[in-house]
């Protein structure tokens, strides 16, 4: 075991004993990378911090129930993400379902930019998009999800989840065509 991990088994350890300087501790080697997570999905910076204080919150409220299947940061940021979404919804947004034979594959278009086009640019189109598709665009190329979980966490079909990241990639490719994509 490397020191950093026990370390941070040490932490979460005393996290589990409602140790506040270990709390403070973990806070500290989280919040930044939380932070931007949850900017990923609420556009307004402050309540992006008000996102990831509250899952901070709920991280302490619930370690007890961190039983080390996944790393202490991979389950706060599932936390983190399910806050923000859990906030998103409650701001109603609506993911428009679409009948099944209307979908067309979204996982299979492959595309490439010009080589000026960097993360930043890539993050400033996404972000610009629609709520409904930056949501599952973030979950499924970003985080990971596949159709089922995000279906599961949005509490929507995989036929719409799947429908709104070709939406959403579709739009995405919209605003990358002013560099060339091919």
């Not at 901070?56 to 923000?84: L, R, S």
């Not at 299979?108 to 993050?123: A, G, L, Q, Y």
């Not at 998009?129 to 929507?156: S, T």
Request: contains cysteine.
């Amino acid at each position: 075991m490397s020191k950093t991990v026990f370390l941070n088994n040490k932490i979460v350890e005393d996290c589990k004993q409602n140790n506040a300087k270990a709390q403070m501790q973990l806070y500290d080697m989280y919040c930044e990378a939380m932070f931007i997570i949850a900017q990923r999905y609420v556009k307004n910076s402050f309540v992006a911090e008000d996102m990831m204080q509250d899952a901070f919150i709920k991280v302490f409220k619930n370690i007890q129930n961190f039983k080390g299947e996944v790393t202490i940061g991979a389950w706060i940021k599932k936390i983190v993400i399910n806050q923000c979404i859990d906030y998103l919804k409650k701001k109603k947004i609506e993911l428009v379902s679409i009948e099944e034979k209307e979908l067309t594959i979204a996982d299979n278009d492959d595309w490439t930019v010009n080589e000026e086009v960097n993360i930043d640019i890539v993050t400033s189109a996404i972000n610009s998009l629609p709520e409904k598709y930056k949501v599952v665009l973030n979950l499924y190329l970003i985080e990971g999800f596949d159709h089922q979980e995000i279906a599961k966490v949005l509490n929507i079909t995989e036929v719409t989840s799947r429908s709104q990241l070709m939406r959403g990639k579709d739009k995405l490719k919209g605003q990358l065509k002013q560099y060339n994509y091919a």
